[in-house]
T-cell receptor, first 116, second 112 residues
């Protein structure tokens, strides 16, 4: 149980385009999901906390207009990287906490984004 | 000073050795502690979690928490090549914000 999926697993796009990444909790409902990015050989950096039915809470230094987060249902959160640039190339990982069991975060497999 | 400090390694040990991975933290409000394993190009996988001082054992893995010293450890017994991965400690406060604070991660290699 507690499986989180991400789609796509990797994406290559041209500079200036937008990319949408989906995060789904497959066998549980998640009121809260999180989005992280991870650069090579570095730890996870929290970008934002996504709450179902409300606006996401962004960490300091993360541009909310660039990284659009939508948590429209209890099993789906999306991250859209708008007007992507090469410096946005990274590994994006989501996690989810099962509703009612707010202790453990389960992580998705990650999405590798390469902006050319 | 980072809230959570973890030696990034790399750490290389022979198969069968006991591995000790450690993190220190500065925020005494942290009450919930986790260890994640991350293979290359994959998402983190939860290994252990605990919210009390002392030891918690699960198979070959033992998590140890010393809140008085603000120090947590993960021990791996009878290490296997398949244990080669990056190990991340993570922690959070018990109430309120649910976000995790991660250590930098320790890259571990078990040599056959």
């Amino acid at each position: 149980g507690a499986v989180v999926s991400q789609h796509p697993s990797w994406v290559i796009c041209k500079s200036g385009t937008s990319v949408k990444i989906e995060c789904r909790s497959l066998d549980f409902q998640a009121t809260t999901m999180f989005w992280y990015r991870q650069f090579p050989k570095q730890s996870l950096m929290l970008m934002a906390t996504s709450n179902e039915g409300s606006k996401a809470t962004y960490e300091q230094g993360v541009e909310k207009d660039k990284f659009l987060i939508n948590h429209a249902s209890l099993t789906l959160s999306t991250l859209t990287v708008t007007s992507a640039h090469p410096e946005d190339s990274s590994f994006y990982i989501c996690s989810a906490i099962p509703s009612g069991f707010g202790e453990t975060q389960y992580f998705g497999p990650g999405t590798r984004l390469l902006v050319l | 000073q980072k809230e959570v400090e973890q030696d990034p390694g790399p750490l290389s040990v022979p198969e069968g050795a006991i591995v000790s991975l450690n993190c220190t933290y500065s925020n005494s409000a942290f009450q919930y502690f986790m260890w994640y394993r991350q293979y290359s190009r994959k998402g983190p996988e939860l290994l252990m979690y605990t919210y009390s001082s002392g030891n918690k054992e699960d198979g070959r893995f033992t998590a140890q928490v010393d809140k008085s010293s603000k120090y947590i450890s993960l021990f791996i017994r009878d290490s296997q090549p398949s244990d080669s991965a990056t190990y991340l400690c993570a922690m959070r406060v018990l109430l309120g914000a649910q976000k995790l604070v991660f250590g930098q991660g320790t890259r571990l290699t078990i040599n056959p």
